[in-house]
């Protein structure tokens, strides 16, 4: 497909941009979490524990006979966690605490490399291209980024008593508990709305990048050819005069000549 060889030859031309873009929104994504609780709470974090992930699926897989039941279980497993434990209670109740769970660090993932497609394509932009195209790319990627991140949330609170979800971070803000847990049905479905968004941003910029020959130089679109269409006109035939009078200068002088002296 065009559109397709199209988004991976900007990415191969820049490549370690792109690598840097998807990576660096990870670190900043979960950074961003960190910080935004610490400046919510005023207390920063003061425990991390790193589970041991595998191990914990193998015990999910023998112990859970239904795969249904299985397969929810180990996308929620902790791989890292991070929070702020209040030492006030016995051992501690952890007040707030932000977990990385690997099956919503493959969304974030995915995110970072489609805000990072979307920013190779701009580059690939001619300047000529219209304007309404990059602004129409770069907000439908604002707006997919925002909806996916929200929904990628995973930070727990002590006051929820819950697993760690984005209804957290919503309650978090300042949204009602109850209200935050009863629009948390609608995760998924904001989450495919927010891949969509990006999905639709990557292919109208990838349709407005030229495409470009093996030796780089952008190759114009073919122009169709049309068959012409000739339309017979008559000629109306005229007379000619065969006889052709014969006649030199020095006849032609004479004449003049005899006109004069007449």
């Not at 996916?148 to 929820?160: D, E, H, Q, R």
């Amino acid at each position: 497909m065009p559109t397709l060889s199209i988004i991976t030859s900007a990415i191969l031309a820049r490549k370690a941009l792109w690598l840097l873009i998807t990576l660096g929104f990870v670190v900043v994504y979960y950074l961003g979490l960190v910080v935004s609780v610490v400046i919510r709470f005023g207390e920063l974090p003061n425990y991390a524990t790193l589970h041991n992930y595998f191990h914990n699926v193998a015990v999910i897989i023998r112990s859970t006979p239904s795969v249904s039941d299985m397969l929810p279980i180990i996308l929620d497993e902790w791989l890292l966690e991070v929070g702020y434990m209040n030492r006030s209670y016995g051992r501690g109740v952890a007040e707030w605490s932000f977990q990385i769970i690997p099956a919503k660090l493959v969304v974030v993932l995915a995110l970072g490399a489609l805000v990072a497609t979307s920013f190779v394509l701009l580059k690939q932009l001619p300047r000529s291209c219209s304007r309404a195209v990059s602004y129409s790319g770069v907000a439908a990627t604002g707006l997919g980024a925002t909806l996916v991140g929200f929904t990628s949330v995973t930070l727990t609170w002590v006051v929820c008593c819950a697993a760690p979800s984005w209804a957290v971070g919503l309650a978090m803000l300042g949204v009602g508990v109850s209200t935050a847990f009863g629009v948390q049905p609608y995760g998924p479905a904001i989450t495919l709305a927010g891949f969509l968004a990006l999905f639709g941003a990557v292919y109208v910029l990838a349709r407005s990048v030229p495409r470009t020959s093996g030796r780089g130089v952008a190759v114009m679109p073919r122009l169709e050819r049309f068959q012409a269409k000739w339309i017979p006109v008559r000629v109306k035939k005229t007379r000619q005069n065969k006889k052709i009078e014969l006649r030199s200068d020095l006849i032609g002088t004479e004449k003049a000549l005899m006109q004069h002296n007449a």
